[in-house]
């Protein structure tokens, strides 16, 4: 399976010649979606779900997302699959597990939205905005990395907890160079201590999965 990594917290992963493309939102840039086959959304923040875009998707390419999120999605009902925590669903012949309820808590004025993570062919977690312990051996974490609901020694405790082989930097394009050079030096450090490959890729920058 192949993993590129685009603008923010979105990721495309490929293989078999199909395309499933996550949370491409209003900060990833529109080529993300070029070829997508199928498209998961954690959540209804902006940053995660761009109705327009997805509007603008070939009728034959299927979203799954929560229910909250399913609201932001007027007209697309055709294409749109409602799930929550403990579905399961195939995806462009990708085997995706839906795992979490809620986002991370924001402040305490700022209601807490529904946000479910997806497993990928038991391979690939992408949890959205929120530290969701996936429950099971997972080779390959997508890991918030900055937002206002988010510290960095929690990251470093959900890389432990989770302990992947491979984690690599999600929700990341707040940052300014000055604050993805704290990331990847995190990410760096957690990786020589727990004997994983941790890192943050650049915007189209792909990895191959494999064992």
Partial sequence: MKLTKHGHACVRLEKDGSTLVIDPG??????????????????????????KRLAALRPDV????????????DGL????????????????????????????RIAFDVPVVQNIGFLVDDEVFHPGDAFTLPGRPVGTLLTPSSGPWLKAVEMVDYLREVAPRRAYSIHDGLYNDIGLMLVDNILTRRGEAQDADFRRLAVGESV???G
């Fill in 26 to 51: 209003g900060l990833t840039e529109e080529s993300a979606l070029d070829g997508a086959d199928a498209v998961l959304i954690t959540h209804e923040h902006f940053d995660h779900l761009d109705a």
């Fill in 77 to 104: 009902s055709a294409k749109v699959n409602i799930v929550g925590e403990g579905d399961s669903f195939t995806a462009a012949g990708f085997e995706v597990g839906v795992l979490g309820r809620e986002h991370a």
């Fill in 62 to 73: 299927q979203i799954w997302t929560c229910a909250a999120a399913a609201q932001q999605l």
């Fill in 208 to 210: 191959e999965l494999t």
